[in-house]
């Protein structure tokens, strides 16, 4: 069973910031969030992860609330390249990373 | 820079037949390797993984298998298909580093059991 709750599909304009939310009300201290999108039919790709700080790359930003049952993806100026499903996952003991269905994400001209 | 290669991309087989899909990476050393399945609209359910050459660990009991006859090499097999069996198959590597999982994905391989 996933370990994050996402909405199921989310519109963002393009130029715009996407706000992604991810709920993981029930995550243990020294579990990390990581977020990976997959477009259409490719293997999913790897955007940035965290466990307390928020954090900022290339890609993405990720804030995560202080008392960490929740997390949001920030992709600061989306482009129709970025639609694509993305998923939250939290990682579980030593290499399984729970994966739920994720949010589609469609960026629209 | 580090490249993985995952084959064929799609593959359509059988009922009782046999399975065999490759992966191999390129441009590291002592890789973490993982197979996982993907069904249609679904998140990723990971099958097997690999800290070393010989050395597989399943997650779930299925119909298939996987070894490691090489280092940077990876292979998910079965003996006989389902029409179970089919799925997005993806191979993905990380760097052996605890407390690390970030992982690299193939392509994946579209398998349809017929």
């Known amino acids: 069973d996933a370990k994050t709750t996402q909405p199921t599909s989310m519109d963002c304009a393009e130029g715009r910031a996407a706000n992604l939310p991810c709920n993981h009300s029930?995550?243990?201290?020294?579990?990390?969030v990581y977020w990976y999108r997959q477009i259409h039919s490719q293997g999913p790709q790897y955007i940035i992860h965290?466990?307390?700080?928020?954090e900022t790359n290339e890609m993405a930003s990720l804030i995560i609330t202080e008392d960490r049952k929740s997390s949001t993806l920030i992709l600061p100026h989306a482009t129709l390249r970025d639609t694509a499903v993305y998923y939250c996952?939290?990682?579980?003991?030593?290499?399984?990373?729970?994966w739920g269905a994720g949010t589609k994400l469609i960026i629209k001209p | 820079s580090q490249t993985i290669h995952q084959w064929p991309a799609t593959l359509v087989q059988p009922v009782g037949s046999p399975l065999s899909l490759e992966c191999t990476v390129e441009g590291t050393s002592n890789p973490n390797l993982y197979w996982y399945r993907q069904a249609a609209g679904r998140g990723l359910q990971l099958l097997f993984y690999s800290v070393g050459i010989g050395q597989i660990s399943s997650e779930v009991p299925q119909n298939l298998s996987a070894s490691r006859p090489q280092d940077r090499q990876f292979i998910l097999s079965s003996k006989k298909l389902l029409l179970s069996d089919s799925g997005f198959y993806l191979c993905?590597?990380?760097?052996?580093?605890?407390?690390?999982?970030?992982?690299?994905f193939g392509q994946g391989t579209r398998l349809t059991v017929v």
């Open positions: 993905a590597w990380s760097v052996r580093r605890e407390g690390n999982t970030e992982a690299f």
């Open positions: 029930t995550i243990s201290g020294n579990e990390y």
């Open positions: 965290g466990l307390k700080n928020n």
């Open positions: 996952i939290v990682r579980v003991g030593g290499y399984q990373l729970i």
